[in-house]
């Protein structure tokens, strides 16, 4: 395709719409995004792509910084678990692979619980999920960064799918809008990251966010530390997961769509306090309580 700038029908804003697109233009998902941000944001092809290099050189940092030097949270209450996971890849039943996955995860999320540079994918809270399971899965399989900067791009079209029918926020919809839209945009990536039809892309963001459905968000003392990091670890599992169920043959009943759907019914029907307010879920258990005073205790006076 040349330089010039796409027409508006590359829009879309629900996963039917964006299967339709593929198939009219007889391309993948990443296309049809790459052409949509093009006329957007009035960019070039080379600009649009050259800036989501840039998040991928984040990206990467974060996925081997807190392994080489451990990183804890400002709280202290977490830190250290990204190293210890891939020092244990050879004994994981999981496989090397999806331990390093793991690994890489939690050490993004380490990364920012110690304030460090990181990019929301969709949310910092859930940030560690696709980073985690594409940067890893590329170097695995050698997968060029061409193809890899690509896959972030059908990831965004998932994202964006659910951010505009439904949520991401842990605040409004709990962490099945954050780490399950994670998950979700994990395994869409990762099956066109291995050749899959489009289709077979929202089949495993389907799989992947049903999986996750009704997961409450519930920060002990408010920080986006615990259970958030540990979270994000068996989102990189659902997401691998969904997305080999999905190349496999294995299909959502229920599509894309209707998963989006449903996963915004339940954030409505979910009580207040399981919505990152800290005040239920593991954030009201005896231990999570006494963490928060902890917390209060030692913040300065005055």
Known sequence: MNDQKPELTYSFSTGEELLLLCQKHNCNISEIMIRREMFLSECSREEILAEMRENLAVMREGTV??????QSSVSGFTGGDAVKMRRFRKRAILGETVCDMVAAALSVVEVNSAMGKIVS??????????????????????????????????????????????????????????????????????CEMRGALPKTCLNAAAIALKNILGLVCDPVAGLVECPCIKRN????????????????????????????????????LMHVDLRETAKGGLAATKTGKELLRRIRESAPKG
């Open 65 to 70: 910084r807190s392994i080489e030097e451990p």
């Open 233 to 268: 670890a068996m989102g990189v599992v659902n997401a691998v997961t969904a997305a080999d169920m999905s190349i496999a043959g294995i299909n959502s009943l229920i599509p894309f769509d209707e998963v989006v759907s449903a996963m915004k019914s339940v954030g409505r």
């Open 121 to 190: 994918a969709p949310t910092a809270g859930s940030s560690g999920v696709l980073p985690g399971c594409l940067i890893v899965a590329a170097e695995r399989y050698e997968i060029s960064d061409e193809k890899l900067t690509e896959a972030l791009f059908c990831a965004a079209a998932v994202g964006m799918i659910i951010a505009e029918n439904a949520t991401i926020s842990g605040a409004e919809g709990g962490c099945q809008a954050e780490v399950g839209s994670a998950s979700a945009m994990s395994a869409a990536a990762l």
